[in-house]
């Protein structure tokens, strides 16, 4: 499940890479030429006669909301630079992500480098860019990058995402890649889940770990209903969610595993066809008609959301780890023992109980270079030198020796500076010194485990407590998903244009239907979102996407992530 409400989200928990801070790439940059040009791909001036070439080099990074530091240059950059030659100057997009890769190809804006989401309307968007030739072609030139290379081998690469753009577009490569997770412990797990106050869950006598089954959560949001819970004379809500509905809905694992099941004669189908996603709509139709769901969780704002948290008004919170955390410290502070803490975890529709998290996790960025680049060589030597163990390290965790030393192999803060991170709140001195800005998005592989030392900025209290949810809401550890997900292939279906905005419904017809007056109510308005696909190439899309990947091991478990 995506969430941009953190605009490069995994940016914000994704960590550095180990490899010792030496003159030039790391053992796993790459040394050599870029096509004619003298200089190393690691760049500097490493005392041979040749002075690295100076070159300015635009980037866009498009994520809504996403913002660099307050100077033009950081420690950070000031270091890339004197390794590779290069000042980078940043644009970071304030709206939306589809709206502005289409406009830049479009008003011909264009930066240097591009890089985004890989996913979505705005991977649609680089894709068209590449077939009207807007981008530049690295087919030819990125076996002298080991590093990109790497990030871009078909191993590397969810399959769906490697099929449709990053192993090639009409036969040519454009596409890098950046942040997906080199090995399962490497993969940014955000911990969705049911979360309950642990006040509330000890008033009422129930231990949250019993709490499994979809009829166990009912009962237990009746109970906190019954118990008729007030804070400041304000009723408290047994359930609710963030903005627009964010993540309520994520109890359909306990009803189907993923959005396209497979039938008995081995074909799949669309979730949105099934008697499951039927009784998931009307367990959700029961829970607002009983009113153990909050009603304005589907159109109240961020900050009202979080109002109501921070006034205690809220008994479980669906959502991911990091986001009710942080909502819910003033509360905290002045109701200790009023923690957030898991429930169950909750049972898994089709799922083995000893069955490690299927995440199907994908990385954050695809970059590109656009035609209008000028000196294609130092950016790929940027983006070469960016995606060693070096310089992610640098990117992730600043520069060796001022902000943080190798101790024993691994990183380690130095206490001046994580002091100061810490006290920082808005979080504004880090990006001055170069972190948490467009710099960590083109780090190649994450490789925050299996090479890393974790977050050395965070706050170790904090990830004790994400430690502690991990043990209850993961006994059995996680697992990457690498198969395909047959919604790549219907979006690619020769009916797709038609039927996707019949598709883009079902979203809003579902909360229509868990808001209707009766079960058979909410059935109708299913029924009808489910002719009007017909009508416009469902049958078609499907059986599309079922020729497609005939024989190939589809997405049968996913949870949200």
Not at 8 to 13: E, G, I, N, Q, Y
Not at 466 to 492: E, F, H, Q, T, W
């Amino acid at each position: 499940m995506r969430n941009k409400r953190y605009g490069s989200a995994k940016a914000l928990l994704a960590v550095g890479l180990i490899a010792g801070m030496i003159a030039g790439c790391s053992n796993s940059g790459g040394n050599g030429s870029t096509n004619g040009n003298t200089n190393a791909p690691s760049g500097g001036n490493n005392g041979g006669g040749n002075e690295t070439e100076q070159v300015t080099v635009s980037i866009l990074h498009n994520w809504n909301g996403s913002t660099g530091a307050d100077t033009d240059m950081t420690p950070v950059s000031e270091y890339i630079k004197e390794k590779t030659g290069i000042t980078v100057k940043w644009e970071y997009t304030k709206g939306s992500e589809v709206e502005k890769v289409n406009t830049i190809f479009t008003t011909q804006e264009l930066p240097d480098i591009y890089t985004g989401p890989a996913w979505g309307g705005e991977l649609d968007g680089i894709i068209k860019a590449a077939k009207e030739g807007q981008l530049v072609d690295l087919t030819d030139k990125l076996d002298k990058y080991p590093n990109l290379s790497k990030a871009v081998a078909k191993e590397n690469v969810p399959p769906a995402l490697y099929d449709k753009a990053i192993g090639g577009i009409n036969g040519k490569k454009y596409l890098l890649y950046q942040n997906q997770p080199a090995t399962d412990e490497d993969a940014t797990d955000w911990l969705y889940g049911f979360y309950v106050r642990k006040d509330v869950a000890d008033k009422l006598g129930v231990d949250p770990q019993s709490v499994v089954t979809k009829d166990d959560l009912y009962n237990f949001l009746k109970k906190i209903k019954d118990a008729n819970l007030q804070e400041n004379g304000m009723p408290v809500m047994p359930l609710g969610g963030f903005s627009n509905g964010w993540a309520v809905g994520i109890g359909n694992t306990m009803f189907y595993g993923s959005d396209y099941p497979v039938k008995a004669d081995g074909t799949f189908e669309h979730i949105f066809f099934t008697k499951a996603y039927e009784d998931y709509t009307l367990y959700y139709r029961r829970l607002i008609a009983e009113g153990l769901l909050d009603p304005e969780t589907f159109t109240q704002t961020d900050p009202i959301a979080k109002e109501k948290i921070t006034q205690g008004r809220v008994a479980v919170l669906a959502a991911h780890y990091p986001a009710i955390l942080d909502a819910s410290k003033e509360y905290l502070k002045t109701h200790p023992g009023s923690e957030y803490i898991p429930l169950g975890p909750l049972e898994r529709a089709g799922a083995e109980p000893d069955r490690p998290a299927d995440l199907g996790i994908q990385g954050n960025n695809v970059t590109v270079i656009t035609k209008k680049a000028k000196n294609v060589d130092a950016a790929l030597r940027l983006l070469e030198y960016l995606a060693s163990d070096e310089g992610t390290l640098l990117v992730r965790y600043g520069v060796q020796g001022v902000h943080w030393d190798m101790v024993d192999g691994k990183p380690v803060a130095k206490k001046e500076w994580f002091d100061k991170f810490m006290a920082d709140t808005t979080g504004k001195l880090k990006k001055n010194e170069g972190l948490t800005d467009g710099f960590e998005s083109l780090g190649g592989q994450d490789r925050t485990i299996s090479l890393g030392a974790g977050d050395i900025w965070a706050d170790q209290d904090r990830i004790a407590i994400m430690d502690k949810a991990r043990k209850i809401l993961r006994p059995n550890g996680i697992s990457v998903i690498s198969a395909y997900n047959p919604g790549d292939a219907v979006s690619n279906s020769p009916q797709w244009e038609t039927l996707k905005p019949s598709m883009d419904q079902i979203g809003d017809v579902w909360k229509t239907a868990i808001f209707a007056k009766s079960d058979d109510a909410a059935l109708k308005v299913i029924n009808d979102l489910r002719g009007q696909m017909n009508k416009t190439g469902y049958p078609e899309a499907i059986q599309y996407a079922n020729e497609q990947l005939k024989g190939k091991e589809i997405v049968k478990l996913q949870m949200p992530n």
